[in-house]
């Protein structure tokens, strides 16, 4: 697709919303969605225990910060990472910290990974908060440092470090901040449940954030069959009198609340790969993650607390609660009920992109926007693989515009060359391509491998390299240290000649001395 030139791209991105347009592909999936948005949200009571993974962002585990037996108060620091505030982990509640033990964290590897295990003191005692009271004359440096104290992660899924993104807006200049709210999965929803009960925290949210950032108004994008959410935002917006917050509606296509796509909906232009939505001067953020920004700043609290979605026919009574991060699994699903006799599969996420949990006593984590489980007649019995029949079905369906069929092809047959040049880091995972695929092949699974072996070999080659380097810097001192060497014993041995020339030229002097005064006798 021909890219107009940029500065029509720019005038399309500021006019974002004012039309919607479509993006290539995706599904139109049924959303069973009600089922979990029947009964109002609930918080979960606390735990005898709580598990809570160094590993809830993306990118490297942060290191625990606390030791056994120690004290610690709700929403105190138990985890950092270095000078990266912004992957830092705090305590859901007051307690003492049992022990530091690698468990079952939820993460889509499947690996154990290292918890701070907490048993809480029953006092529910918050750390010394400090909130930004004015915060509308507040410094937006100030704003966004607290965003990074308070280890806010994006809560749409993608867990990304909001404090990264909005430092990276407010150099890049962004004119308008996105609220994802169109959140297309189905079965997932935290997000309309916290748009239905708390609009006025989000509205803060898009207040702060846009402050923090600079951008000049906010787009809410909610899909068009949420109706109770639409009246509950607009109502929040006029008693907030932000008339620069508007809400659009967006037709329900999977995956419509990928970052790009709903950016393509939204301004009828695709982000490039390897661009940023900053490069057409937006920002996107889910709506959760900017409640959880209006609690930082007003309230000086860090994220210790989600949404979660417990749903799918394998459950009772789905509904949504409001957990503590490294609540046990187990006790959302006791509190809506308890399983099925016919519950068969433990999902963390929704159906397309989430990923099957052994174990139901893994932690709630900031990435758990639903706990899905389905009966034995929901999971299809497994097809045996067939080869690609070249159909096209997946490229039909890719939202990225990406030829599925040839990445696998190529990730199988290890050609990483053209698995790059194909584009496989701006797969998004979102299993369209799987779900279409006659031949029942695995296509998502492939493609997380495709990326984990590239990530490896990066990293494998950023060792070379730097290994590369460091020879070539020793090569290089030992030449300097030899050529010094030489230069200090030529420099010794000039001084030595000189001294003997000098000692020579003195017996001469000496010498013609004492034959002057000999001659002279
Ligand atoms: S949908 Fe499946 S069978 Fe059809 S081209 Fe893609 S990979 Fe091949
Ligand atoms: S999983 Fe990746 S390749 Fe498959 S449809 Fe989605 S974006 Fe395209």
């Keep these: 697709m021909r890219r107009p030139p940029i500065s029509e791209q720019l005038e399309r991105a500021r006019n974002a919303g004012s039309q919607l347009h479509h993006f290539h592909g995706g599904l139109r999936l049924r959303h069973n969605k009600k089922i979990s948005c029947e009964l ?153 449940m916290l748009m239905r009960e708390q609009p006025g925290s989000i509205i803060l949210g898009a207040r702060i954030l846009q402050r923090a950032i600079g951008a000049g108004r906010t787009l809410i994008a909610i899909e068009d069959q ?27 296509i999977y995956p419509e609340g990928g970052e790009k796509q709903l950016i393509q909906v939204l301004t009828g232009l695709e982000v490039p790969s390897g661009g940023r939505p900053a490069d057409l001067g937006l920002l996107c953020q889910n709506v959760a993650t900017a409640t959880a920004v209006a609690n930082a700043v007003v309230e ?93 079905e997946c490229v039909r369906v890719c939202p990225a515009l990406l030829l599925p069929q040839e990445l696998n092809w190529q990730i199988r047959n290890q050609q ?9 880091k701006d797969c998004i995972e979102c299993g369209c391509c799987d779900f279409v695929c006659p031949s029942h092949i695995p296509l998502v699974d492939w493609f997380r491998y495709g990326k984990a072996e590239l990530k490896s070999l990066q990293i494998e080659r950023g060792k070379a390299e730097s290994a590369r380097v460091r020879f070539e810097a020793r090569e290089a001192r030992l030449a300097r240290e030899k050529q010094e060497r030489r230069q200090r014993l030529e420099q010794k041995k000039q001084g030595l000649r000189d001294q003997a020339d000098k000692k020579k030229k003195l017996a001469e002097a000496i010498e013609r001395v004492q034959s002057r005064k000999d001659g002279g006798k």
């Design 416 to 424: 990483w060359e053209e698995v790059v040049d194909y584009g496989l």
């Design 40 to 192: 109002p949200l609930e918080a979960t009571p606390l735990p005898p225990r709580l598990f809570v993974p160094m590993l809830q962002h993306s990118g490297l585990s942060a290191e625990p910060a606390v030791k056994p037996g120690q004290q610690v108060l709700k929403g105190e620091r138990i985890g950092y990472f270095g000078v990266k505030e912004e992957m830092a982990v705090h305590a859901p509640t007051s307690g003492t910290v049992k022990l530091l033990a690698r468990r079952p964290i939820s993460h889509p590897s499947g690996e154990d990974g290292l918890c701070v295990v907490i048993e809480p003191d029953g006092l529910d005692q918050w750390t010394q908060l400090t909130p930004i009271e004015n915060w509308q004359e507040a410094d937006p440096a100030l704003l966004r440092q607290r965003i990074r104290e308070a280890g806010i992660v994006g809560l749409g899924g993608a867990v990304f470090p909001t404090a990264i993104k909005v430092d990276d807006a407010h150099l890049r200049g962004i004119h308008t901040l996105i609220l994802n709210g169109a959140e297309c999965e189905p079965y997932i929803s935290c997000d309309e």
């Design 226 to 252: 949420m109706g109770a959410v639409n009246e509950s935002l607009k109502a929040a917006v006029k008693e907030a009198g932000a008339d620069d917050i508007d809400i659009v509606k967006v037709t329900t």
């Design 300 to 392: 000086g609290k860090s994220l210790i607390e989600r949404i979660v979605t417990v749903t799918g026919s394998g459950i009772r009574q789905p509904r949504n609660l409001l957990a503590r991060i490294g609540t046990p699994i187990e006790n959302l699903v006791d509190q809506c009920g308890g399983y099925t006799e016919d519950a068969a599969r433990l999902i963390l996420g929704g159906p397309m992109m989430g990923y099957a949990l052994t174990s139901d006593s893994n932690p709630v984590i900031k990435a758990a926007n639903c706990i899905l489980v389905l009966s034995e007649l929901e999971i299809e019995p497994p097809q045996a693989e067939m080869p690609c029949i070249r159909c096209g």
